[in-house]
């Protein structure tokens, strides 16, 4: 069942956002060479809490952090650890906050100092594709429209879509329906109405789609070790056009 969030649910949504938004770029300041993925995540927790804010992931399920960090092949759920940042490295950040029961969730790929300029182009097909999706988050248009919209950035470019791993609804819960494939061709699936919010989230590779899981049962990455680039906002779908909840501001795309 896909929940339809009312015009109070998503502001209250928004100020997660913005709270998502806020923490993420904090992260983002304090990532250089040499700092640990532990004490990333305990700026954000800190950062959260100090603003009101419960970070979703801590505890959902049994995770033990706020963030999920999943440096170069690892595509995402990674648990933080003493691993130190070096030069060169794609870290991925994810995180989802609880504000006033609502909760938002987003997700970049940072990169670490001076990148090979292949592995900057994986970013900037990853946050094209994420951009191409959200355009296709209007009402009247389909669900695989989005998804269309992501794998044709992605495979145009050469790289590939993780097929395993999907976007989903978000707001009353960290993980609503519906699914948000990140491939598929256009025109199918639920309607999409003024209302809905979403995580959409491109994960891509530089290699192969195919992934595995961790001995940990969370961290999940490219079986090829090939570098991964994971970009997520919250949408809100509304009779103006998708509205994104996890920027500053929380924007209008008309």
Request: aromatic share 4%.
């Amino acid at each position: 069942m896909i929940i339809r969030k009312s015009a109070a649910e998503i502001e209250g949504m928004a100020r997660a956002g913005e709270l998502v938004y806020e923490t993420l770029q904090l992260v983002a300041e304090h990532l250089e060479p040499g700092v640990s993925m532990l004490e990333l995540d305990r700026i954000a927790d800190e950062h959260i809490a100090a603003n009101g804010g419960h970070p979703t992931s801590k505890g959902y399920k049994g995770f033990p952090a706020a963030l999920c960090i999943s440096p170069n092949s690892m595509v995402v759920h990674g648990i933080p650890t003493e691993y130190r940042a070096c030069e060169g490295d794609l870290i991925s950040v994810d995180l989802g906050v609880t504000l006033n029961g609502l909760v938002a969730d987003s997700a970049v790929t940072l990169p670490v100092g001076e990148i090979d300029p292949e592995a900057q182009r994986l970013l900037d097909v990853c946050q094209e594709a994420l951009a191409a999706g959200i355009e296709q988050a209007r009402v009247d248009n389909h669900l695989s429209d989005i998804s269309h919209a992501v794998q044709t950035v992605v495979e145009e470019a050469g790289f590939s879509v993780v097929r395993s791993l999907v976007g989903h609804g978000v707001g009353r819960s960290y993980h609503e329906d519906p699914q948000i494939p990140n491939y598929g061709p256009p025109g199918r699936g639920p309607v999409l109405q003024s209302g809905m919010t979403l995580a959409i989230e491109p994960m891509i590779t530089a290699g192969s789609a195919d992934v595995y899981v961790h001995d940990d049962d969370w961290s999940i990455s490219s079986v090829d070790s090939s570098l991964a680039a994971h970009f997520e906002h919250t949408v809100a779908l509304t009779a103006e056009g998708p509205r994104v909840l996890t920027k500053a501001g929380a924007a209008l795309l008309r």
